[in-house]
């Protein structure tokens, strides 16, 4: 499985990115996607988190009712919508595959097998 997140940029504070990942090569509906991102100096912490089976979602709470993940199967695509944007928002954000994940919502990276590159995501206050 590929993974390519795009859509990163500069934004000022209180405005509005979209994020895609795209997925080819062996995903599957079984599989849940999540959105991880990463600060310089900083640990990789959990943003959102999405199963393609079941349509459910996860957010950190520091997202919460900012971000809206989502996907279109067809396209195998995951989006992460992000409103209101903070300049605590910054950071790296990475796209992560979790194998077979039925249902499964996940918020620590260890159950993720692969991985994107970043795309960087800068909130200027």
């Known amino acids: 499985v590929q993974l390519q997140a795009s859509g990163g940029g500069l934004v000022q504070a209180g405005g509005s990115l979209r994020l895609s990942c795209s997925a080819s090569g062996r995903a599957r509906s079984s599989y849940g996607m999540g959105w991880f991102r990463q600060a310089p100096g900083e640990a990789r912490d959990f943003v959102a988190a999405f199963t393609w089976d079941t349509g459910n979602s996860k957010y950190a709470d520091s997202v919460k009712d900012r971000f809206t993940i989502s996907g279109d199967r067809v396209q195998k695509t995951v989006y992460l919508q992000m409103n209101n944007l903070k300049p605590e928002d910054t950071a790296i954000y990475l796209c992560?595959?979790?194998?077979?994940?039925?249902?499964?919502?996940?918020?620590?990276?260890?159950?993720?097998?692969?991985w994107g590159e970043g795309t960087l995501v800068t909130v200027s206050s």
């Open positions: 992560a595959a979790q194998v077979d994940a039925y249902g499964t919502l996940r918020n620590h990276s260890s159950y993720y097998s692969y």
